[in-house]
Protein backbone atom coordinates (compact mmCIF):
# COMPACT_ATOMS: atom_id res chain seq x y z
CA UNK A 1 0.00 0.00 0.00
CA UNK A 2 1.45 3.33 -0.66
CA UNK A 3 1.63 5.99 1.49
CA UNK A 4 -0.76 8.55 1.51
CA UNK A 5 -0.51 12.58 1.27
CA UNK A 6 -0.92 13.45 4.94
CA UNK A 7 -3.72 15.97 5.90
CA UNK A 8 -3.85 19.56 7.48
CA UNK A 9 -6.03 18.49 10.13
CA UNK A 10 -6.41 22.15 11.36
CA UNK A 11 -8.02 22.69 7.97
CA UNK A 12 -10.16 19.70 7.90
CA UNK A 13 -11.64 20.64 11.32
CA UNK A 14 -11.95 24.11 10.54
CA UNK A 15 -13.77 23.59 6.91
CA UNK A 16 -16.26 20.89 8.78
CA UNK A 17 -16.98 23.34 11.25
CA UNK A 18 -17.74 25.97 8.80
CA UNK A 19 -19.81 23.42 7.63
CA UNK A 20 -21.92 22.18 10.60
CA UNK A 21 -25.21 24.65 9.68
CA UNK A 22 -25.92 23.93 6.15
CA UNK A 23 -24.30 20.14 6.37
CA UNK A 24 -27.56 18.24 5.96
CA UNK A 25 -29.00 20.31 3.33
CA UNK A 26 -26.12 19.10 0.94
CA UNK A 27 -25.45 16.00 2.48
CA UNK A 28 -27.62 13.61 0.01
CA UNK A 29 -25.23 11.35 -1.12
CA UNK A 30 -24.05 10.63 2.62
CA UNK A 31 -27.62 9.80 3.77
CA UNK A 32 -28.13 7.34 1.49
CA UNK A 33 -24.89 5.47 1.96
CA UNK A 34 -25.13 6.02 5.66
CA UNK A 35 -28.94 4.58 5.08
CA UNK A 36 -27.33 1.66 3.20
CA UNK A 37 -24.94 1.20 5.93
CA UNK A 38 -27.59 0.70 8.35
CA UNK A 39 -29.35 -1.93 6.48
CA UNK A 40 -26.13 -4.42 6.55
CA UNK A 41 -26.67 -4.67 10.53
CA UNK A 42 -30.14 -6.65 9.74
CA UNK A 43 -27.60 -9.48 8.64
CA UNK A 44 -25.83 -8.65 12.52
CA UNK A 45 -27.30 -10.32 15.67
CA UNK A 46 -26.25 -8.29 18.10
CA UNK A 47 -27.18 -6.53 21.44
CA UNK A 48 -24.42 -4.26 22.74
CA UNK A 49 -24.00 -2.43 25.15
CA UNK A 50 -21.72 0.27 23.72
CA UNK A 51 -21.32 1.56 20.05
CA UNK A 52 -19.00 4.00 18.21
CA UNK A 53 -19.93 5.90 15.30
CA UNK A 54 -16.53 7.26 14.08
CA UNK A 55 -16.70 10.64 12.54
CA UNK A 56 -20.03 11.35 13.49
CA UNK A 57 -21.07 14.06 11.46
CA UNK A 58 -24.41 15.89 12.38
CA UNK A 59 -25.35 12.59 13.79
CA UNK A 60 -26.98 10.33 11.17
CA UNK A 61 -25.58 6.94 12.48
CA UNK A 62 -26.04 8.01 16.42
CA UNK A 63 -29.27 8.01 15.73
CA UNK A 64 -29.94 4.98 13.44
CA UNK A 65 -27.56 2.69 15.49
CA UNK A 66 -29.91 4.47 18.69
CA UNK A 67 -32.85 3.35 17.09
CA UNK A 68 -31.88 -0.19 16.47
CA UNK A 69 -30.19 -0.47 19.65
CA UNK A 70 -32.21 1.63 22.14
CA UNK A 71 -30.35 -0.14 25.31
CA UNK A 72 -27.24 0.81 23.80
CA UNK A 73 -24.94 3.85 24.72
CA UNK A 74 -24.23 5.43 21.53
CA UNK A 75 -21.37 7.87 21.41
CA UNK A 76 -20.49 10.33 18.41
CA UNK A 77 -16.73 11.36 17.42
CA UNK A 78 -15.57 13.81 15.11
CA UNK A 79 -12.74 16.22 14.86
CA UNK A 80 -15.21 19.26 14.41
CA UNK A 81 -16.73 20.32 17.39
CA UNK A 82 -19.64 22.35 15.99
CA UNK A 83 -20.73 18.97 14.03
CA UNK A 84 -21.20 17.62 17.23
CA UNK A 85 -23.39 19.92 18.61
CA UNK A 86 -25.94 18.67 16.15
CA UNK A 87 -25.68 15.55 17.60
CA UNK A 88 -28.83 14.42 20.08
CA UNK A 89 -29.05 14.46 23.89
CA UNK A 90 -28.30 11.39 25.51
CA UNK A 91 -31.74 11.56 26.72
CA UNK A 92 -34.57 14.02 25.76
CA UNK A 93 -34.23 15.15 29.32
CA UNK A 94 -30.13 15.15 29.62
CA UNK A 95 -28.38 18.39 28.85
CA UNK A 96 -25.35 16.31 27.76
CA UNK A 97 -24.55 15.07 24.25
CA UNK A 98 -23.52 11.68 23.55
CA UNK A 99 -20.35 13.16 21.71
CA UNK A 100 -16.59 13.51 22.02
CA UNK A 101 -14.64 16.07 20.14
CA UNK A 102 -11.21 14.24 19.00
CA UNK A 103 -9.01 12.88 16.34
CA UNK A 104 -10.02 9.32 15.14
CA UNK A 105 -6.18 7.61 15.16
CA UNK A 106 -6.02 8.57 19.07
CA UNK A 107 -9.26 7.21 20.47
CA UNK A 108 -10.43 8.74 23.85
CA UNK A 109 -11.79 5.07 24.95
CA UNK A 110 -10.28 2.38 26.78
CA UNK A 111 -9.04 -0.96 25.22
CA UNK A 112 -12.24 -3.50 24.05
CA UNK A 113 -14.93 -0.77 25.33
CA UNK A 114 -16.90 -0.64 22.18
CA UNK A 115 -18.96 -3.18 21.23
CA UNK A 116 -19.42 -2.16 17.73
CA UNK A 117 -17.82 0.61 15.82
CA UNK A 118 -19.96 2.37 12.85
CA UNK A 119 -18.14 4.99 10.67
CA UNK A 120 -20.19 6.30 7.29
CA UNK A 121 -18.21 8.66 5.21
CA UNK A 122 -14.99 9.25 7.54
CA UNK A 123 -12.11 6.82 7.18
CA UNK A 124 -11.05 8.90 3.86
CA UNK A 125 -10.38 11.55 5.83
CA UNK A 126 -7.16 9.35 7.40
CA UNK A 127 -3.94 9.54 6.02
CA UNK A 128 -2.83 7.01 8.68
CA UNK A 129 -5.50 4.06 7.82
CA UNK A 130 -3.18 1.64 9.90
CA UNK A 131 -2.90 3.98 12.68
CA UNK A 132 -6.74 4.80 12.59
CA UNK A 133 -7.87 1.01 12.22
CA UNK A 134 -5.14 0.22 14.78
CA UNK A 135 -7.25 2.16 17.17
CA UNK A 136 -10.36 0.46 15.97
CA UNK A 137 -8.74 -2.73 16.59
CA UNK A 138 -7.86 -1.86 20.26
CA UNK A 139 -11.32 -0.55 21.63
CA UNK A 140 -12.88 -3.00 19.91
CA UNK A 141 -13.97 -6.18 22.21
CA UNK A 142 -13.31 -9.67 20.77
CA UNK A 143 -16.37 -10.26 18.54
CA UNK A 144 -17.49 -6.65 17.67
CA UNK A 145 -18.37 -5.68 14.07
CA UNK A 146 -16.50 -2.62 12.60
CA UNK A 147 -18.84 -1.78 9.99
CA UNK A 148 -17.76 1.27 7.58
CA UNK A 149 -18.40 3.65 4.30
CA UNK A 150 -15.70 5.10 2.74
CA UNK A 151 -14.89 6.53 -0.79
CA UNK A 152 -12.51 4.84 -3.50
CA UNK A 153 -9.84 6.02 -6.21
CA UNK A 154 -12.85 6.39 -9.04
CA UNK A 155 -14.84 9.11 -7.06
CA UNK A 156 -14.88 12.38 -7.95
CA UNK A 157 -13.29 11.74 -11.04
CA UNK A 158 -15.04 14.64 -13.18
CA UNK A 159 -13.18 17.41 -10.58
CA UNK A 160 -10.04 15.36 -10.85
CA UNK A 161 -10.30 15.30 -14.83
CA UNK A 162 -11.67 19.43 -14.74
CA UNK A 163 -8.69 20.36 -12.72
CA UNK A 164 -6.20 18.54 -15.23
CA UNK A 165 -6.97 20.75 -17.99
CA UNK A 166 -5.53 23.20 -15.63
CA UNK A 167 -2.49 21.88 -14.43
CA UNK A 168 -0.34 19.51 -12.73
CA UNK A 169 -1.14 20.28 -8.57
CA UNK A 170 -3.27 17.54 -7.18
CA UNK A 171 -6.60 19.19 -6.34
CA UNK A 172 -8.54 16.06 -4.90
CA UNK A 173 -7.62 13.28 -2.48
CA UNK A 174 -5.93 10.46 -3.35
CA UNK A 175 -8.87 7.71 -2.19
CA UNK A 176 -7.48 3.45 -1.31
CA UNK A 177 -9.01 1.09 -2.86
CA UNK A 178 -10.72 -2.02 -1.58
CA UNK A 179 -7.94 -4.14 -1.91
CA UNK A 180 -5.28 -2.03 0.11
CA UNK A 181 -8.15 -1.22 2.88
CA UNK A 182 -8.77 -4.90 3.29
CA UNK A 183 -5.17 -5.60 3.87
CA UNK A 184 -4.79 -2.68 6.23
CA UNK A 185 -7.84 -4.03 8.09
CA UNK A 186 -6.05 -7.46 8.45
CA UNK A 187 -3.02 -5.57 9.60
CA UNK A 188 -4.44 -4.20 12.13
CA UNK A 189 -5.32 -7.36 13.79
CA UNK A 190 -9.25 -6.97 12.39
CA UNK A 191 -10.86 -10.32 11.59
CA UNK A 192 -12.17 -11.40 8.65
CA UNK A 193 -12.71 -8.67 6.42
CA UNK A 194 -15.48 -8.97 3.47
CA UNK A 195 -15.28 -5.90 1.46
CA UNK A 196 -17.52 -4.60 -1.77
CA UNK A 197 -18.44 -1.59 -3.41
CA UNK A 198 -20.20 0.61 -5.52
CA UNK A 199 -20.70 3.74 -8.21
CA UNK A 200 -23.48 6.43 -7.53
CA UNK A 201 -23.30 8.91 -10.14
CA UNK A 202 -25.22 12.05 -8.97
CA UNK A 203 -26.08 15.16 -11.96
CA UNK A 204 -26.67 18.87 -11.60
CA UNK A 205 -28.07 21.30 -13.56
CA UNK A 206 -25.05 23.84 -13.03
CA UNK A 207 -21.61 23.68 -12.06
CA UNK A 208 -22.77 26.18 -9.62
CA UNK A 209 -24.66 23.77 -8.05
CA UNK A 210 -22.23 20.60 -7.86
CA UNK A 211 -19.51 23.14 -6.22
CA UNK A 212 -22.43 24.50 -3.92
CA UNK A 213 -22.71 20.27 -2.63
CA UNK A 214 -19.34 19.94 -2.18
CA UNK A 215 -18.69 22.79 -0.27
CA UNK A 216 -21.62 22.75 2.06
CA UNK A 217 -20.53 19.16 3.40
CA UNK A 218 -16.92 20.39 3.32
CA UNK A 219 -14.90 18.80 0.86
CA UNK A 220 -11.66 21.00 0.10
CA UNK A 221 -8.36 19.77 -0.64
CA UNK A 222 -6.78 19.56 2.73
CA UNK A 223 -3.30 18.05 1.61
CA UNK A 224 -0.32 19.43 3.67
CA UNK A 225 1.34 20.12 0.71
CA UNK A 226 -1.06 21.51 -1.37
CA UNK A 227 -0.63 25.10 -3.24
CA UNK A 228 -1.44 27.92 -0.54
CA UNK A 229 -2.15 30.63 -3.03
CA UNK A 230 -5.46 31.83 -4.20
CA UNK A 231 -6.85 30.05 -7.56
CA UNK A 232 -6.63 32.56 -10.18
CA UNK A 233 -9.84 33.75 -12.02
CA UNK A 234 -8.01 32.35 -15.29
CA UNK A 235 -7.39 29.36 -14.18
CA UNK A 236 -10.95 29.18 -11.99
CA UNK A 237 -12.31 29.88 -15.67
CA UNK A 238 -11.16 27.13 -17.39
CA UNK A 239 -11.54 24.25 -14.28
CA UNK A 240 -15.28 25.61 -14.38
CA UNK A 241 -15.34 25.50 -18.04
CA UNK A 242 -13.69 21.96 -18.09
CA UNK A 243 -16.19 20.49 -15.78
CA UNK A 244 -19.35 22.01 -17.42
CA UNK A 245 -18.07 20.52 -20.71
CA UNK A 246 -18.17 17.45 -19.28
CA UNK A 247 -21.92 17.75 -19.12
CA UNK A 248 -24.39 14.74 -20.59
CA UNK A 249 -28.03 16.07 -21.65
CA UNK A 250 -27.43 19.10 -20.15
CA UNK A 251 -26.73 17.82 -16.40
CA UNK A 252 -22.78 17.39 -15.10
CA UNK A 253 -21.94 14.32 -13.66
CA UNK A 254 -20.19 13.78 -10.09
CA UNK A 255 -19.08 10.07 -9.40
CA UNK A 256 -18.86 8.23 -6.11
CA UNK A 257 -17.14 4.55 -5.71
CA UNK A 258 -18.30 4.12 -2.33
CA UNK A 259 -16.55 1.31 -0.76
CA UNK A 260 -17.98 -0.75 2.35
CA UNK A 261 -16.15 -2.32 4.78
CA UNK A 262 -16.51 -5.39 7.96
CA UNK A 263 -14.35 -6.76 9.82
CA UNK A 264 -14.67 -8.11 13.61
CA UNK A 265 -12.71 -7.02 16.72
CA UNK A 266 -10.58 -10.04 17.96
CA UNK A 267 -9.44 -8.41 21.10
CA UNK A 268 -6.19 -7.89 20.55
CA UNK A 269 -4.23 -4.73 18.58
CA UNK A 270 -1.31 -3.37 17.19
CA UNK A 271 -1.59 -0.60 19.12
CA UNK A 272 -0.96 0.02 23.17
CA UNK A 273 -3.85 0.24 25.30
CA UNK A 274 -3.35 3.89 26.59
CA UNK A 275 -5.38 6.71 28.83
CA UNK A 276 -6.74 9.45 26.63
CA UNK A 277 -8.21 12.38 27.89
CA UNK A 278 -12.46 12.95 26.82
CA UNK A 279 -13.24 16.30 25.34
CA UNK A 280 -16.79 16.46 25.30
CA UNK A 281 -19.18 19.20 23.36
CA UNK A 282 -21.86 20.19 24.84
Known sequence: MSA?????????????????????????????????????????KLDPRRVLDLGAGTGQMVRAMR??????????????????????????????????????????????????VVSNFAVQWSDRPAALFGEVARVSASGAPFAFTTLGPDSLQEIRCAWGEVDSTPHVHQFLDMHDLGDALVSAMLADPVMDRETITVTYPTVDALLADLR????????????????????????????????????????????????WGTGVSPVADRAHGIVAAG
Open 67 to 116: ERYPNADVVGLDLAEKMLRRLPRRRWWSPHRAAVAADMHALPFAGGSMDA
Open 4 to 44: LPSFDLRRVRDRFNRAATDYDRHAAVQHEIGRRLDERFDWL
Open 216 to 263: GVGVANAQAGRATGLTGPRAWRRFREALAAQAVDGRIPLSYEIVYGLA
